[in-house]
């Protein structure tokens, strides 16, 4: 059988896959995607941070997005009965990116694909990771493609961008549970035909249904709308019927977004995923690095998930073409310590979200105007920021901040 050698192999061609090929590939070294299915494809995670825009900048892939004329999101929107809280990302402490983009992530992955392929990076769809041998740093793995004909490729180096896949956390057992509590979310898009007008016809919108349940309203400029319920379990459970009917008797329940959607169509039933929060072991070893989702997985309610995807997948990129051009990295510091970070400032934020710290600060009259916009760049996805006091000291900067408005 021939064996195919690269310099680095990336696993998935989501936004952390192609961010790292594309630094690899401005590196002068060879770099080779495999992704499982065929694009376009769905998957979930549509709202953007603005952090994300300096990763499509860097890549250079933020010309071709622009083309595509997605949905501009320049702020969010926190509801909570007749209760209102508004974040605008041209009002934030950390001097970056005012706006950035709600995408169909189907289209939206493919367009970033396609450009990082015509930069000269091989991408081999429909294509399935069966098996990896390492001996050291290097590497064998062993692919099928669709018409079930098995390959091998050899690389000296492996960043696993598989996202919910979880290549190699699957294949050396490297999963672990989170230790958030277990939640579920269901979800679909809509044909909007009753978009309001203003801010709230843009901007992604955060409904808090129940102290533990929440939905998120993310408009597209298709005139399709995402929309989903997210929480505890147990209290999706209590509706019974289809995943149609249940989704549909949700709305029902909840007076801010009844009339805008009880009557909409669906474009795709209603999917349903259960326990979608994930931990890991470690983040890398000699021969490979974990980005993305292939890392920890948290929780929706920030839309973080695509920034942690682009931050890690630049940082693998850079630091693994260091590594094979012969440089020290220290991955511990320069890798882990960092997107741990930027994962636990979220968690912070999420943690204070479902147990109510979170809603003080929102819907508070009494929070002064450079706190917010602290707080905004947090939400933003600045959240490398260390001269943000809501970032380098975010539990304490929260829990004082929720106690001083309690007083």
């Not at 392929?117 to 590497?139: K, P, R």
């Not at 809509?190 to 901007?203: A, I, T």
């Not at 997210?230 to 709305?251: D, F, H, M, S, W």
């Amino acid at each position: 059988m021939n064996i195919e050698k690269v310099d680095v192999l990336v696993i998935g061609a989501g936004p952390s896959g192609t961010m790292a090929a594309s630094m690899v590939n401005k590196n002068g070294l060879k770099v080779k995607i495999v992704e499982k299915t065929k694009f376009p494809r769905f998957v979930i995670g549509e709202s953007l941070l603005t952090r994300c825009m300096d990763h499509f900048e860097e890549a250079g892939v933020l010309d071709a997005i622009k083309e595509q004329d997605y949905q501009v999101k320049n702020g969010a929107i926190f509801l909570k009965g007749d209760e209102r809280c508004e974040f605008d990302f041209s009002d934030q402490y950390t001097d970056g990116w005012k706006w950035t983009w709600q995408v169909p992530r189907d289209e939206f992955d493919k367009v970033i694909a396609d450009k990082v392929e015509s930069m000269g990076v091989e991408i081999n769809y429909e294509t399935t990771v069966t098996d990896i041998q390492f001996n050291g740093s290097d590497s064998i793995t062993t692919v099928v493609d669709k018409e079930g004909n098995e390959s091998k490729i050899e690389a000296r180096f492996i960043i696993d961008a598989s996202g919910y896949g979880r290549v190699i956390p699957k294949l050396l057992n490297l999963n672990a549970p989170s230790t958030l509590p277990v939640r579920d979310t269901l979800f679909t898009q809509f044909k909007d035909v009753n978009r309001p007008e203003g801010n709230d016809s843009n901007r992604i919108v955060i409904v808090a249904h129940k102290p533990d349940i929440w939905l998120w309203i993310i408009p597209f400029s298709n005139g399709n709308t995402s929309f989903g319920f997210v929480g505890n379990p147990e209290y999706l459970l209590q509706y019974c019927g289809t995943p149609e009917e249940k989704l549909r008797a949700l709305i029902a329940a909840e007076p801010l977004v009844r009339e805008r959607f009880k009557n909409s169509e669906m474009i795709f039933d209603p999917i349903h995923i259960s326990g979608y929060s994930i931990s890991i072991k470690k983040l890398y070893d000699e021969g490979y690095v974990l980005t993305g989702n292939s890392t920890e997985f948290l929780d929706p309610v920030f839309s973080a998930g695509v920034t942690f995807a682009t931050e890690s997948g630049i940082a693998a990129g850079k630091l693994a073409s260091r590594k094979l051009k012969g440089e020290n990295v220290d991955w511990d510091n320069e890798y882990v310590s960092h997107i741990l970070h930027g994962v636990e400032t979220f968690r912070t934020y999420i943690e204070g979200w479902y147990d109510g710290t979170l809603h003080k600060i929102f819907f508070s009259e009494h929070v002064d105007k450079k706190v917010k916009e602290q707080i905004c760049s947090v939400l933003a996805g600045y959240v490398w920021d260390m001269s943000n006091p809501f970032v380098a000291r975010h539990k304490q900067s929260v829990r004082n901040l929720a106690s001083l408005i309690s007083k």
